[in-house]
């Protein structure tokens, strides 16, 4: 059994009198360690899958595992832990904190595991924002900072709590052609070198082909691309 195991997915919302089914019955079984990209129009159902496995939506049928357990049947707190500590997200806007330096901007989620380390937080914060080519905007405000640089904070807040798993909507769209392939390469590095799972939605198709699993969206069905 897979890391991520879903089986006859469907997420359906009201509208008005009728039904929207943004997933029908999406099945897939991850590896620990895979990466998958996720291709597809937008309003495929792409986002409501990465909302689905993240716990952050309830499916209308179907069942989620992570780990060989039904997430749907875990307490909220159970789930604001797998969020928290299980789980990176990279979300279409950075959603950078004003007030918090791009280094603070690391060490928040860090505030919400139900387990304080002890150290090495702020080491830690600092050697990603250097991964991901900040270095020189360890201090910075997100005002001080382009929007590509946010992005890039944003990447590395993902990676704080050491997750298992990446859920990546979009990771790269507001970067520029370079700096999108050094984020891909730093993605593919850190799922070689930790083991992280990646389930990465994409709209480049470059970078979608750069992923070990490929899988398309199309109408809310969830198939091989």
């Known amino acids: 059994m897979g890391q991520i195991v879903l089986t006859n997915v469907s997420k359906e919302y009201a509208v008005g009198s009728e039904s929207l089914a943004a997933v029908r019955g999406?099945?897939?079984?991850?590896?620990?360690?895979?990466?998958?990209?996720?291709?597809?129009?937008?309003?495929?159902g792409k986002t409501t899958l990465l909302s689905l496995i993240g716990g952050m939506v309830n499916p209308t049928q179907g069942n989620i595992l992570f780990n060989g357990e039904n997430i749907y049947t875990w307490t909220s707190d159970q789930l604001s832990e797998y969020r928290c500590e299980k789980i990176g997200f990279m979300f279409q806007s950075a959603s950078l904190l004003p007030i918090l330096t791009a280094k603070e901007n690391l060490l928040l989620p860090v505030a919400f595991r139900s387990v304080q380390p002890s150290n090495g937080m702020d080491a830690r914060a600092e050697e990603l924002l250097r991964a991901?080519?900040?270095?020189d905007k360890i201090n910075a405000y997100p005002a001080q900072l382009s929007g590509g640089q946010q992005r890039r904070v944003a990447i590395a807040r993902a990676f704080m709590n050491g997750p298992e798993l990446i859920l990546a909507d979009e990771p790269t769209g507001d970067l520029d052609e370079e700096t999108e392939a050094e984020m891909m390469d730093f993605f593919l590095r850190m799922n070689e070198q930790q083991g992280t799972t990646f389930m990465m939605v994409t709209h480049n198709t470059d970078l979608a082909a750069r992923a070990k699993t490929r899988l398309r969206m199309h109408q809310g069905v969830l198939a091989k691309a």
């Open 26 to 44: 999406a099945s897939a079984d991850i590896a620990k360690g895979e990466f998958v990209s996720i291709v597809g129009h937008s309003g495929s």
């Open 132 to 135: 991901v080519g900040l270095g």
